[in-house]
């Protein structure tokens, strides 16, 4: 059944250790640099569990995003929980609970991948994804190798325990020492899952490994990066920053014991890449990260819409025309959602359901990619220098002194000087912060480096009737005279 938001806010306080400036946090849940983006969080759990979207976000009792699809019309349904979920932090909650539960689903529609003569980790495959879902957890991953000498193999690295790897087999499990990085929102997870979605070399096999350990677990560490909500100063000044940072965290295994039914991939480095690549798992991240895309270049083209708005130029014709740009980028967006959907694929012969097209699901990679930064460039020329001359904090407004002289500077026709104040500061937050910069590299690198999806494109797409289309045309005339 699904939990309330305080059901899960209290599943954080579960002894975890996490590091943020050099000192250990005691609770993440009142802790300033996490208690509000917990809050977040603990919203879309109150949505689900009772609100007038529960019956979007759930179904049979638990979250949509669990459920195995297996019909088009499920696809939809899917997707829509996913917006509801992505509306409430206007897209920029990226690895909410939803995320790693579409990868969990997309292990239990074929859970023969991770079968093999020497480990067999289909039934910790299912297990997973029960546990996962009969509990409500809240799932998270880290599944990048530590970035130390990218020419050489994990297993050929400087030291040998810079990537996760099994230094040890026990009876009742096996024990893990290494690193993985940007566990986004790992800090505010149940389970995190370890593992490596990248190709390994075939002598990595120690390196070839996938668990997934509940958060408070002995031995894990989650190092924080720099948290913008700790910075932000209220949500007044920093609306986003304060409410929906994430975090990313390193995660270090200090020797941790690891018990079997936990292990889902073992010494195989072709499961450990295949249970991603081969299972729905990884189309199903693209489909909520697709959905949630969307959502957020909505939100932003709206802060575009009221920018102009406030200032007195939407009706220009240079400026309708910006707008109608980034309202063509969100058609793009949302077009690659809907296409996904209809152009799905049986999994397993239709005995694991369906699952969205993987042309398009891959291709959506290379439109976010470098869609994002051309809207936030778009809405920045139109905010042009009101983004900059902002008072440092909203109290300015409230000072017998300073008010006057802010109400009477800052303002615009039809919008009164905090209205003004407020969404000049929203919009700076998500164009131009701190917090709005690490949102641009994300999206830029969501799905991994270009030079990775670009190539894997070309490889899984159906390069073949491309090529024919352009023979048929070459095939059809010759050096004979035509008439």
């Not at 996962?132 to 040998?160: K, V």
């Not at 641009?440 to 494109?457: D, I, K, N, S, T």
């Amino acid at each position: 059944m699904t939990r309330s938001g305080q059901e899960y806010l209290a599943s954080l306080r579960d002894g975890r250790e996490i590091w943020l400036d050099g000192e250990r946090v005691a609770d993440v849940t009142a802790h300033p640099a996490f208690r509000n983006t917990a809050a977040s969080l603990a919203r879309l759990y109150d949505l689900a569990h009772d609100s007038e979207h529960t019956p979007v976000l759930t179904q049979g009792g638990v979250h949509r995003a669990y459920a195995v699809p297996r019909s088009y019309e499920d696809l939809v349904a899917r997707r829509r929980a996913y917006k509801v979920w992505s509306e409430a932090s206007f897209g920029f909650l990226g690895r909410t609970p939803d995320c790693m539960a579409g990868g969990a689903a997309g292990f239990a529609a074929l859970p023969q991948v991770f079968r093999t003569e020497a480990y067999d980790g289909s039934a910790a495959a299912l297990a997973y994804h029960r546990r996962l879902a009969e509990g409500d957890l809240y799932p998270t991953f880290t599944l990048t190798n530590p970035q130390i000498d990218r020419t050489r193999a994990a297993s050929e690295q400087e030291e040998d325990d810079l990537v996760v790897k099994v230094v040890a087999e026990k009876d009742g499990g096996i024990v893990v020492r290494g690193a993985k990085m940007i566990g986004t929102a790992a800090v505010f997870g149940n389970e995190v899952i370890v593992g490596t979605i990248e190709p390994l070399a075939p002598q990595d096999v120690e390196h070839a490994v996938c668990f997934s350990l509940p958060v408070g677990t002995p031995g894990l560490k989650f190092l924080s990066r720099t948290s913008y909500e700790a910075r932000a100063r209220s949500v007044f000044d920093n609306p986003l920053s304060s409410r929906f940072d994430e975090n990313d965290a390193l995660l270090v295994c200090d020797d941790v014991f690891v018990p079997w039914e936990r292990v889902l991939a073992y010494r195989n480095v072709d499961v450990s890449f295949r249970m991603w690549w081969r299972t729905p798992a990884y189309l199903n991240f693209v489909h909520q990260a697709a959905t949630r895309f969307w959502t957020k270049l909505e939100f932003l083209t709206g802060i575009a819409i009221l920018l102009t708005k406030a200032n007195n130029t939407y009706q220009l014709p240079p400026v309708t025309q910006a707008i109608g740009r980034l309202m063509g980028k969100v058609a793009q967006a949302k077009a690659f959602v809907l296409a996904a959907e209809a152009s799905y694929e049986e999994v397993d012969g239709g005995r694991g359901g369906v699952m969205p097209g993987k042309d398009i699901s891959f291709a959506q990679r290379i439109m976010a990619g470098e869609l994002y930064p051309q809207a936030v460039q778009e809405i920045k020329l139109l905010a042009g220098g009101g983004v900059i001359q902002l008072p440092a904090s909203g109290e300015d407004l409230l000072h017998p002194e300073l008010g006057p002289l802010v109400r009477k500077y800052i303002r615009s026709p039809g919008t009164s000087s905090e209205e003004r104040v407020k969404l000049l500061k929203l919009a700076w937050d998500a164009l131009g912060s701190e917090f709005a910069a690490r949102h641009e590299q994300y999206e830029r690198f969501y799905h991994g480096a270009p030079h990775v999806y670009l190539m894997q494109q070309a490889w899984e797409g159906d390069t073949d009737s491309c090529e024919s289309l352009a023979r048929a045309c070459l095939d059809g005339y010759g050096l004979e005279r035509q008439r």
